[in-house]
């Protein structure tokens, strides 16, 4: 499974757009990236998942270069509530087993 | 929206005792799976089980601990012999077949206090 690697924490202020970027230099050619998110006591929840260039959804983007050895997981306009922290995973889909980092810690102050 | 659901969500036990956490996967999921985290610590992956069977399993996953489907609903962990090591959250996890989707959907976690 390729390592990644994530700041161990950011800072934001509501309203602004966070950018997590997560390092995967040996991302394998099968491998996608995955992003989840855990509240404190919470499980992790799935937030977005792509191959290649860019994918977005109701919640994040997410920006993948042509080499595919980064990804920039961006959140629009954080609130008080998105202070959690991110993981970033990169593996095969499938029935697989999920190798959590120890993510990025997030926090949004008003 | 469907969720995963697990109970209970406090479990405080002596050492030595056994434990069995429950899980209800999101029904029409066919991959299952435990995970942990450790107070501080990074979530572990504890085991999968697909098809009636376990699919793979960590080294955590020694021959204290166990899982079964015992209905089509619920999906269970148990520890035989609680120790001090094995509090932490656990939390299970569903995912459909992958066609569908990979994606796996967590549970709110059962907090294992082992005194």
């Known amino acids: 499974l390729a390592k990644t690697t994530q700041p161990i924490s950011m800072d934001s202020y509501e309203g602004q757009e966070v950018n997590i970027t997560c390092s995967h230099n040996?991302?394998?050619?099968?491998?996608?990236i995955t992003w989840y998110q855990q509240f404190p006591s919470q499980g992790p929840r799935f937030i977005i998942q792509?191959?290649?260039t860019k994918v977005t959804n109701e919640v994040a983007s997410l920006f993948i270069p042509a080499d595919r050895k980064s990804s920039t997981l961006s959140l629009p306009r954080v609130s008080l509530s998105d202070t959690a922290v991110y993981y970033c995973?990169?593996?095969?889909?499938?029935?697989?087993?999920?190798?959590f980092g120890t993510g990025t810690r997030l926090l949004v102050s008003p | 929206e469907p969720e995963v659901t697990q109970t209970p969500s406090h479990q405080v036990t002596q050492m030595g005792q056994e434990v069995i956490l429950r899980c209800v996967p999101i029904s029409n999921h066919l991959y299952f799976y435990w995970y942990r985290q450790i107070l501080g610590q990074k979530v572990e992956f504890l085991v999968s089980?697909?098809?009636?069977?376990?699919?793979?399993k960590s080294e955590i996953f020694d021959d204290q601990f166990s899982v079964e489907r015992p209905d089509g609903s619920n999906f269970t962990l148990k520890i035989r012999s609680t120790k001090l090591e094995d509090s932490a959250m656990y939390f299970c996890?569903?995912?459909?077949?992958?066609?569908?989707?990979?994606?796996?959907?967590f549970g709110p976690g059962t907090r294992l206090t082992v005194l």
């Open positions: 040996n991302i394998a050619t099968n491998d996608y």
């Open positions: 996890a569903s995912s459909a077949d992958r066609v569908v989707s990979d994606t796996q959907y």
């Open positions: 995973l990169v593996g095969p889909t499938g029935f697989q087993k999920l190798v």
């Open positions: 792509g191959y290649k």
């Open positions: 089980f697909y098809n009636n069977e376990i699919s793979e």
